[in-house]
Protein backbone atom coordinates (compact mmCIF):
# COMPACT_ATOMS: atom_id res chain seq x y z
CA UNK A 1 0.00 0.00 0.00
CA UNK A 2 1.45 3.66 -1.56
CA UNK A 3 1.67 5.95 1.33
CA UNK A 4 2.92 9.70 1.60
CA UNK A 5 3.63 10.99 4.98
CA UNK A 6 4.02 15.41 4.70
CA UNK A 7 5.70 17.22 8.05
CA UNK A 8 6.83 20.73 8.42
CA UNK A 9 3.80 23.04 8.06
CA UNK A 10 3.21 25.47 10.31
CA UNK A 11 3.24 29.46 11.01
CA UNK A 12 5.70 31.49 9.61
CA UNK A 13 6.10 35.06 9.36
CA UNK A 14 5.78 37.11 5.61
CA UNK A 15 9.59 36.49 4.42
CA UNK A 16 10.32 33.69 6.63
CA UNK A 17 10.91 30.36 5.94
CA UNK A 18 9.63 26.75 5.80
CA UNK A 19 10.68 23.38 4.89
CA UNK A 20 8.55 20.42 3.57
CA UNK A 21 8.76 17.16 3.72
CA UNK A 22 7.37 13.28 2.55
CA UNK A 23 8.17 10.34 3.02
CA UNK A 24 7.06 7.54 0.91
CA UNK A 25 6.65 4.06 1.10
CA UNK A 26 5.13 1.26 -0.29
CA UNK A 27 6.89 1.73 -3.74
CA UNK A 28 9.81 2.66 -5.26
CA UNK A 29 9.52 5.99 -6.08
CA UNK A 30 12.60 6.70 -8.45
CA UNK A 31 10.98 6.29 -11.40
CA UNK A 32 7.74 8.19 -10.99
CA UNK A 33 7.32 12.27 -10.74
CA UNK A 34 7.05 13.65 -7.03
CA UNK A 35 5.47 16.77 -6.67
CA UNK A 36 3.84 19.49 -4.43
CA UNK A 37 0.28 20.71 -4.83
CA UNK A 38 -1.52 23.09 -2.41
CA UNK A 39 -5.16 24.53 -1.88
CA UNK A 40 -6.79 26.93 -0.07
CA UNK A 41 -11.32 26.80 1.07
CA UNK A 42 -13.13 27.13 -2.34
CA UNK A 43 -10.34 26.58 -5.02
CA UNK A 44 -8.78 23.66 -6.82
CA UNK A 45 -5.53 22.29 -5.52
CA UNK A 46 -3.23 23.64 -7.60
CA UNK A 47 0.65 23.10 -8.47
CA UNK A 48 3.31 23.88 -6.87
CA UNK A 49 6.73 21.71 -8.06
CA UNK A 50 7.62 18.46 -8.81
CA UNK A 51 10.62 16.84 -9.49
CA UNK A 52 10.92 14.03 -11.95
CA UNK A 53 12.85 10.08 -12.39
CA UNK A 54 15.61 12.43 -14.32
CA UNK A 55 15.77 14.84 -11.71
CA UNK A 56 14.28 17.66 -13.93
CA UNK A 57 12.66 20.34 -11.76
CA UNK A 58 9.37 22.18 -12.72
CA UNK A 59 7.64 25.18 -10.79
CA UNK A 60 4.72 26.52 -10.98
CA UNK A 61 5.05 30.75 -11.68
CA UNK A 62 4.29 31.49 -8.24
CA UNK A 63 7.17 29.27 -6.76
CA UNK A 64 9.71 30.32 -8.86
CA UNK A 65 13.05 31.88 -7.45
CA UNK A 66 11.33 31.07 -4.18
CA UNK A 67 10.62 27.90 -3.69
CA UNK A 68 12.78 24.46 -4.18
CA UNK A 69 11.82 20.62 -4.54
CA UNK A 70 14.36 18.43 -3.96
CA UNK A 71 14.11 14.41 -3.28
CA UNK A 72 16.26 11.85 -2.15
CA UNK A 73 15.70 8.78 -4.05
CA UNK A 74 17.45 6.52 -1.07
CA UNK A 75 15.21 7.56 1.50
CA UNK A 76 12.13 8.00 -0.74
CA UNK A 77 11.42 11.70 0.87
CA UNK A 78 10.86 14.70 -1.10
CA UNK A 79 11.01 18.14 0.59
CA UNK A 80 9.78 21.61 -0.39
CA UNK A 81 11.79 24.37 0.70
CA UNK A 82 9.69 27.84 0.76
CA UNK A 83 11.63 31.10 1.11
CA UNK A 84 10.02 34.73 1.08
CA UNK A 85 6.67 33.58 1.92
CA UNK A 86 3.79 35.54 1.60
CA UNK A 87 0.35 35.47 3.12
CA UNK A 88 -0.65 34.60 -0.28
CA UNK A 89 1.25 31.24 0.16
CA UNK A 90 -1.12 30.22 3.11
CA UNK A 91 -3.04 26.74 1.95
CA UNK A 92 -2.64 23.17 2.94
CA UNK A 93 0.21 21.89 0.73
CA UNK A 94 -0.10 18.09 -0.45
CA UNK A 95 2.93 15.51 -1.32
CA UNK A 96 2.31 13.78 -4.44
CA UNK A 97 3.40 10.84 -6.67
CA UNK A 98 2.92 10.07 -10.20
CA UNK A 99 0.21 7.56 -11.19
CA UNK A 100 2.63 5.91 -13.04
CA UNK A 101 6.02 5.74 -14.12
CA UNK A 102 7.97 7.59 -16.70
CA UNK A 103 5.34 9.92 -17.13
CA UNK A 104 4.62 13.54 -16.00
CA UNK A 105 2.40 16.35 -16.16
CA UNK A 106 1.46 18.90 -13.87
CA UNK A 107 -2.09 17.80 -13.75
CA UNK A 108 -3.24 16.78 -10.50
CA UNK A 109 -5.35 13.68 -12.17
CA UNK A 110 -1.87 12.32 -13.16
CA UNK A 111 -0.44 11.64 -9.66
CA UNK A 112 -1.99 9.01 -8.21
CA UNK A 113 -1.10 8.99 -4.29
CA UNK A 114 -1.20 11.95 -2.05
CA UNK A 115 -0.37 12.39 1.31
CA UNK A 116 -2.46 13.57 3.76
CA UNK A 117 -1.54 17.33 3.88
CA UNK A 118 -0.16 19.98 6.28
CA UNK A 119 -1.17 23.42 7.06
CA UNK A 120 1.34 26.70 5.95
CA UNK A 121 0.17 30.06 7.74
CA UNK A 122 2.18 33.02 6.65
CA UNK A 123 1.29 35.59 9.05
CA UNK A 124 1.53 39.18 7.44
Known amino acids: QVQLVESGGGLVQAGGSLTLSCVGS????????MGWFRQTPGKEREFVAAKTWTGTLDYADPAKGRFTVSRDVSTNTVYLKMNSLTPEDTAVYYCAAGRQAYYYTRSATDFGSWGQGTQVTVSS
Open 26 to 33: GRDFSTYA
